[in-house]
Structures are given as C-alpha cells and as structure tokens.
C-alpha cells in the first residue's frame, strides 16, 4: 500500500486545454497547458464552436504529454478530477467526457470538479491552506469573494452583479483599440501612466460585498467618446491607471472589509486577472498591515491550468467525493 495520492486532472471550459498531474494535492507532476489565444484573438473574444473543435483535437495529445512528463501510468493513477463547470458547454463536454472514457476504462474513480474550487486550490500548491479564509476571484468570467471554515466548503458571500472585472478590463481595453485580452495591456500602460481621471466606483449598499463594473466602463467609454468628439488629447495612458485605480481601490477595499470582518487567517488571490500587478501589490500591502497572511499564485496557476483542478480534486478524492456515469457538464454549475 502506498500513502500518496495521484490524481490526473482534466480542464476544458474555455479556451485552454489542459491536463496536470497531481501528488497528494500539492505537487505538480506535470501541468500541460495549451492556449488557444491565437484562434480568438482575431474575433476579439472567445468564439464557443473553435474552443470545443481545439479541445477534441487537442484532448488525447495533452493527456498522453501530460502523464509522460509525469512519469506515470493509468496505474499509479488514484482518480480522474475534471472541471464539470461552469464554462462552455462545448467546452466542458470535451473534457468530461475524456475523463468519463478513462476513469471507465481503467476502473478508476471519476471527480467533477467546479472551476471555481480549481482557481482557490491553485493557492494550496503554493501554500498550505489555513482556515479560515478568504478568496477574491477575479478572472475573466467571475469576481467573487469566497469565505471557508473548512476544505471544500465555500461561502460566496460577495458576487459581481453585471460585468466580471476581467470582462471590464477587456471591454475597455477593447475601445482603446488595444488587442485582445487587454487586462494585461491596460495593467502595462497603467504603470507609464498617472491616475489624473476621477472615474466613479460603485460601493453598493452598506454591508454588501458585491461588485459592479459596467458603471466604471461605460464612464470610461464615454469619457473617450466624448474626448474623441472635442478632439481633446487623452493619454491612453493616463486612462488605463485612472481605471485600474477605480478596479483596483474597490477590490482592496472590499475584501480587506470582509476580510477584518469575517477574522480570516488567510487570504487568496485567484482567476486571471490575478496576473495584475498593480492588484497584487495592493493587496499584499493591505494584509501585511493587518497582519493577515497572503497568497498569490505563480502566473501559470492564475490562468486556467488543470493542476488547479487536480489539487482541488484530490481533497475531493479524501474525502470520499465520486461522480458516476452520469456527469456532465454544467455551463452554469454554482459553487
Ligand atoms: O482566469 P482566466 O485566465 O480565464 C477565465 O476563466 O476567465 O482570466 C482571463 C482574464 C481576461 O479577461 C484577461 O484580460 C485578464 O484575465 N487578465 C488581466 C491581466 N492578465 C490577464 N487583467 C488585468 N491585468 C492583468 N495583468
Ligand atoms: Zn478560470
């Protein structure tokens, strides 16, 4: 008997295909990530029918790369851990159902996965969980705050009620006329620039941990339209750190609050829009003044990976969790 975990993950829900190998829920094996940025970057966004075609091209390929560079066969494999959602269906199917032939074929036990799990135990890798804790979320399609006492129980206790700030930042970036995704030009730019434009941030209700970011878009958008009408020079610049300031001083503060309230020992920075610097420094600042320990994950466990989804798939694996035959994917899975 061994007393090591191994788990083979599998995550396909939106536009990278991706398979990790995982020990006991920490240390990567392998995590083969293969992006199909270039195939969308043209249609400005992610276009659902080439992600599904990529992944079934793809899917085999990463799955056979990924347990080679690991080291291991079907046999030292303890169970399959695949994302079920939320995503694209297309998308999410490919994975599922890759996940489904192995674990029936090699008898091993199957482990649907949510993608949001995935994103927060990117952190495990990195540093061993301590409870309680919170998570901010911010990628592409989500900006959540996630409060557990425990492992493998989440709490979203705040929630983007219009634009995730991934989706704003690649909006805005869109009407400056720069390439898709445009969270990590604006960041760039960001930092040449001066937060001269006082654009507006929404706080919501007293007490509430949601967020809103159309409001702060649509002012940007027409902040340019109407600079472009006067012909009046606005610094690209200057906008995308007024911007970014708006993002970023609404994000710290709110999940410093939530933070302070809740008594977290721990906080977690996840999703895509992780790779922020500007986010990054800010929250690291605002804990080490508190006094609340930090993690923020490498970049390569920021953006979608599969070792996200193993490592949250093997605390699943302990704890007696098991899909069946009837898995699917869920474009709309809720935490
Ligand atoms: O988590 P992710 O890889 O995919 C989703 O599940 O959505 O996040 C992608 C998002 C995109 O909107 C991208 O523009 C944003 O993360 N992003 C950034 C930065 N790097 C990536 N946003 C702001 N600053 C960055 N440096
Ligand atoms: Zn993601």
């Known amino acids: 008997m061994n007393n090591q975990t191994i788990i083979l993950g599998i995550e396909t829900s939106c536009d990278e295909t991706s398979v990790a190998v995982v020990k006991n829920g920490r240390e990567i094996l392998s995590n083969v990530v293969s992006s199909q940025i270039e195939s969308h970057k043209r249609f400005g966004g992610v276009v659902p029918e080439i992600a599904s075609r990529h992944h079934v091209e793809q899917i085999t390929f990463i799955v056979e790369e990924a347990m080679k560079k690991a080291e291991v066969t079907f046999d030292d494999i303890d169970g399959i851990a695949v994302t079920e959602g939320p995503g694209l269906v297309g998308a999410l199917l490919v994975g599922v159902n890759a996940a489904k032939a192995i674990a029936f074929a090699q008898n091993k ?14 952190n495990h890798i990195v540093k061993e969980l301590e409870f309680p804790l919170l998570t901010l979320v911010v990628s592409g399609g989500h ?10 129980s989440f709490h979203v206790i705040g929630e983007t009620r219009d634009d ?57 958008i027409n902040k340019l339209h109407n600079a472009k009408q ?18 970023i001083d609404v994000l710290v503060t709110k999940t410093m609050k939530a933070a302070e309230e809740k008594g977290v020992k721990h906080l977690l920075l996840a999703g895509g829009v992780a790779a922020n610097k500007g986010l990054r420094e800010r929250l690291t600042e605002a804990c080490e003044e508190k006094g609340i320990h930090v993690t923020i994950p490498p970049l390569s466990l920021c953006t979608d990976n599969a070792a996200m989804i193993a490592a949250a798939g093997t605390i699943l694996y302990e704890q007696g969790v098991r899909s069946d035959d009837r898995l699917n994917g869920q474009p709309g899975k809720q935490l």
């Open 230 to 247: 006067r012909n009046e020079d606005l610094p690209v610049e200057n906008i995308a750190a007024s911007f970014q300031e708006s993002v």
């Open 164 to 220: 995730a700030v991934g989706e704003a930042y690649d909006k805005v970036a869109r009407t400056l006329g720069l390439p898709y995704p445009g969270g990590p030009h604006i960041d760039r730019l960001a930092h040449e620039g001066e937060a001269s434009i006082d654009f507006p941030r929404a706080w919501l209700e007293e007490g509430s941990y949601d967020f809103s970011f159309s409001g702060l878009k649509s002012s940007v």
């Open 109 to 122: 036990p199957l482990i649907g996965v949510h993608h949001i799990a995935g994103h927060i135990y990117a």
């Open 143 to 152: 900006t959540e705050l996630i409060y557990m006492d425990e492992h493998a």
